[in-house]
């Protein structure tokens, strides 16, 4: 492509607009900033402005697609729920709106580490919402470098060390959370806060805690 920047700006109404990115079959490091609101990895970067809805498709092929999403400055909610073995759908909420979103993304054909990180505040939030069946959420959080959620086989994702919280949700079915907690560094607790709800039915999750030193 002659270009080298690219603005999408969707205009009114502000309810419908849909914005989708398709990769090549090579290798692609595709990279989503919410702040400013841009997309690497697809040749130009993409901005974008009053775009509701992105999908995001890397392609396919025997290239490996990776996924980087990159929080804002304010204290942000990421809300990740995965529909495949390389797919999911995430969206942002910011301390300036809590109860309104930012664009919704769905990604698919990215095979390769699917990361979220926070931006610059101190109170960054990952909720993982599993499905309405039977469930095993996996937390791994032994260390400060390599913490990953994963609903079932479903696409994981990796938190970067500026996710402070994450919040994993069972939703309906019998649900399994595996916890795999770090001691803390150097003595103090600033490891990551997990917080688990089971959903519905009230009487039918279970919550199993690891000792670190044993996985």
């Known amino acids: 492509t002659p270009f080298t920047d690219i603005t999408v700006d969707g205009g009114e109404p502000d309810a419908s607009d849909l914005l989708s990115l398709t990769g090549a079959t090579s290798a692609e490091a595709i990279v989503v900033n919410l702040e ?21 498709d890397g392609g396919g092929g025997a290239g490996v697609d990776t996924l980087t999403v990159n929080g804002t400055s304010l204290d942000d909610e990421l809300t990740y729920r995965p ?26 054909a990215i095979t390769g580490t699917f990361t979220v990180a926070g931006g610059t505040a101190s109170a960054d939030e990952m909720v993982v ?26 696409k994981a994702v990796a ?15 019998n649900d399994t959370f595996v916890v795999n ?19 519905a039915p009230g009487a039918s999750d279970a919550l199993v805690v690891q000792d670190p030193d044993l996985t």
């Open 36 to 56: 400013p609101s841009t997309i690497t990895g697809f040749g130009p970067t993409v901005s974008f402005i009053g775009i509701e809805d992105v999908s995001l």
């Open 83 to 108: 529909t495949g073995a390389a797919a999911g759908i995430f969206s942002n909420r910011t301390s300036s709106d809590p109860d309104e979103p930012t664009s919704v993304f769905s990604f698919s």
């Open 129 to 154: 919402e599993a499905t309405n069946s039977r469930d095993t959420i996996t937390i791994n959080a032994t260390n400060r470098t390599t913490n990953t959620v994963q609903v079932n086989a479903l």
């Open 159 to 173: 938190l970067a060390t500026n996710i402070e919280v994450v919040r994993a949700l069972g939703r309906d079915g």
């Open 181 to 199: 907690p770090a001691p803390g560094v150097a003595g103090s607790l600033d490891n990551l806060l997990i917080y688990v709800d089971g959903g």
